[in-house]
C-alpha cells in the first residue's frame, strides 16, 4: 500500500488548510482511514479516524470541532479539512489505514508503510 499526502504549507494561526491523502495499492473502501501527526522530536500521535463507509469519524481531543476527516472511496483518497489553525498543530501530517478505529487511535493497527506527510506549520 502506498499513500501519498499533500496540500500541508505554512500559514498564520486561524487560517485554515486541507489536506489530501491518494491511497494506491489497496482497496480504500474496505478499510478504516485515519489522520496522525509528527511534530518535530515528538511521537506519531493519532488526528482523527473514519470508518469504510464514512458513517462514524473520531477525533482527537485537541482537534474536535476544528479538524473534519472525510473520504472519497470511489477516488481512494481521504482528506483533512483543517480550520482555526493552532501554532501547535504544527507537525507532519500522514494518513493511514487499519482494522478499526481503536486500533488507530491507539496506534497498534499493523501499519505497513508510511508516506512521506506533507508538512504543516502555523506560525503565531
Known amino acids: 500500500v502506498q499513500f501519498v499526502e499533500s496540500g500541508g504549507g505554512l500559514v498564520q494561526a486561524g487560517e485554515s488548510l486541507r489536506l489530501s491523502c491518494s491511497v494506491s495499492?489497496?482497496?480504500?473502501?474496505?478499510?478504516?482511514a485515519g489522520w496522525f501527526r509528527q511534530p518535530l522530536g515528538n511521537e506519531r500521535e493519532f488526528v482523527a479516524g473514519?470508518?469504510?463507509?464514512?458513517?462514524?469519524?473520531r477525533y482527537a481531543d485537541h482537534v474536535k470541532g476544528r479538524f473534519t476527516i472525510s473520504r472519497d472511496n470511489a477516488k481512494n483518497m481521504v482528506y483533512l479539512q483543517m480550520n482555526d489553525l493552532k501554532p501547535w498543530d504544527t507537525a507532519i501530517y500522514y494518513c493511514?489505514?487499519?482494522?478499526?478505529?481503536?486500533?488507530?487511535?491507539?496506534?497498534?493497527?499493523?501499519?505497513?508503510?508510511w508516506g512521506q506527510g506533507t508538512q504543516v506549520t502555523v506560525s503565531s
Open positions: 473514519i470508518t469504510e463507509s464514512g458513517t462514524i469519524e
Open positions: 493511514n489505514v487499519g482494522p478499526s478505529i481503536p486500533s488507530l487511535q491507539v496506534m497498534t493497527a499493523d501499519f505497513r508503510s
Open positions: 495499492g489497496r482497496t480504500l473502501g474496505s478499510d478504516v
